[in-house]
């Protein structure tokens, strides 16, 4: 007889609330500390030393923060999908709790991509905003955003409320594919992707080593925030547990 397969351990330890509080409370020092590292860096390299680009000057130096921006915000979309499938089929409560942590991360981050986009489009464009299929469909992004987290805050019953977030997170998949070949489906003003993993970066080392300092610097910096985010849950939902009583108390 075949054997059944199993999920890992390290799964179901994923949903334990102190399990997480505690391999966290580990691992958020060193995020923290490799985020503000690596946005420093990065920051005073692209902006500061970075040689501007031959045909939009300083201007593209929007670029390492819009980048960043525009690919975190759709990761932490993906993950917070992820998260909420976990929820409906395991019924993993700290799961749930992350995809609503990561509702109000992925706004913030949507809009600070959006706004970088506005900032870059004006001289580049001649505008702040133009119905482009990949503004349009960032647009739409921080709009799932806002209408999960949306249900999170109405829903009183945090199972239902977390559902109708994990199922409209599930759909609102169908929008990322759209968002990354926008610029290869349709004839859009915005720029193809700056570099990607399996192709050579069409830019001299110069300029995208500090965007890929930053892109990690952001990826560390959101880790911080939904750990953050995720633990305040954590505590507000255990509150009657043994464990977060004695944590309150100092035991």
């Not at 590292?37 to 501007?52: D, R, T, Y």
């Amino acid at each position: 007889m075949a054997k059944s397969w199993k999920m890992p351990k390290w799964f179901y330890q994923l949903g334990s609330p102190r399990w997480f509080y505690d391999i966290s409370s580990r691992l958020l020092p060193w995020f923290a500390v490799a985020a503000v590292l690596l946005l420093v860096l990065g920051a005073a390299w692209g902006l500061a030393f970075a040689p501007p680009d031959y045909q939009q000057g300083n201007s593209f130096r929007i670029i390492y923060i819009h980048v960043p921006a525009a690919v975190l915000a759709q990761s932490c979309y993906m993950l917070m999908a992820v998260a909420g499938a976990i929820s409906l089929i395991w019924k993993m409560k700290v799961a749930d709790m992350v995809a609503k942590s990561c509702a109000p991360i992925g706004a913030t981050i949507a809009i600070l991509a959006l706004a970088t986009g506005a900032i870059w489009g004006k001289p580049t464009w001649g505008a702040w905003w133009v119905w482009d299929a990949r503004l349009t469909s960032m647009l739409i992004l921080l709009f799932l955003y806002i209408g999960v987290y949306t249900l999170h805050s109405a829903i009183d019953n945090e199972v239902n409320a977390g559902q109708a977030g994990a199922v409209l997170s599930l759909v609102g998949l169908v929008n990322i594919p759209i968002i990354k070949y926008s610029v290869e489906w349709w004839n859009t003003l915005h720029q193809p992707a700056t570099f990607t993993i399996t192709e050579k970066p069409k830019m001299v080392p110069e300029m995208w080593v500090p965007l890929l300092v930053m892109v990690i610097g952001f990826y560390c910096f959101f880790a911080v925030a939904l750990m953050l985010r995720t633990r305040t849950e954590i505590l507000q939902r255990e509150k009657r547990s043994s464990w977060v009583q004695q944590l309150v108390e100092g035991k």
